[in-house]
């Protein structure tokens, strides 16, 4: 099946900086989703971005399908945007959505 | 209003019983999921149902067992509950379209504890 890779597994900023995180998939895809879980648990959808570019305030996203990687902006991090960050992707024929391991995002005061 | 909702939020109970999960979705979507996420954060499907009929079965025992008594409903029954089973269980919805999919809403999750 599909392999979803996110790097780092792990980042700790300080309030204020930016940040990438990547997420690798191994074969083509009909879409691509980023989620937030935050500390409570609960699984917030950020983007539904199988290519191109959005942005939503502070994040923003950029799938290159082509190349098999889809990007996630933080700029400006908060405390408020720790929490585990998945990457999603659906393809065709499989009618499921495999998930990464996530990247766990801790920002400091 | 919620979109996807879930209950119970938690689920404390021994070994050996039989306990249900309830999902209910208000967005109109016609495919509902059961996810599992592990200690270590891994999200994993189990099921899929699109209007009622069940389209996804993962390798999940036989212990459980998914029903959808219309597309707005999903429940998730397990017997014989095991310490293993011990997780966040999370219900999703999305609309499927012709080969793709869009954007899948979870519900808060039940964390379940088998003692």
């Known amino acids: 099946g599909i392999q979803v890779e996110q790097s780092p597994p792990d980042l700790i900023l300080q309030e204020g900086a930016n940040s990438t995180l990547r997420c690798n998939f191994s074969?083509?895809?009909?879409?691509l989703q980023w989620f937030h879980q935050n500390p409570w648990g609960q699984l917030i959808n950020l983007f539904y971005i199988p290519s191109g570019t959005k942005q939503n305030g502070r994040l923003s996203a950029t799938t290159v399908a082509t190349e098999r990687y889809s990007l996630l902006y933080i700029s400006s991090s908060q405390t408020t945007d720790s929490g585990v960050y998945f990457c999603?992707?659906?393809?065709?024929?499989?009618?499921?959505?495999?998930f990464g391991k996530g990247t766990k995002l801790t920002v400091n005061p | 209003d919620t979109a996807v909702s879930q209950t119970p939020k938690y689920l404390v109970t021994q070994m050996g019983n039989d306990k249900s999960i309830k999902c209910e979705q208000n967005l109109g979507h016609d495919t509902m999921y059961w996810y599992k996420q592990d200690s270590k954060k891994f999200l994993k499907i189990m099921f899929s149902y699109n209007n009622k009929e069940l389209i996804i079965n993962e390798t999940v025992p036989n212990r459980f067992s998914p029903k959808s008594p219309d597309k707005a409903h999903l429940n998730l029954h397990i017997n014989s509950l095991e310490l293993g089973d011990s997780a966040v269980y999370f219900c999703a919805s999305s609309q499927l379209g012709a080969g793709a999919q869009e954007t899948q809403y979870f519900g808060p999750g039940t964390r379940l504890l088998v003692l």
């Open positions: 999603a992707v659906f393809k065709g024929g499989s009618e499921k959505l495999v």
């Open positions: 074969d083509s895809v009909n879409n």
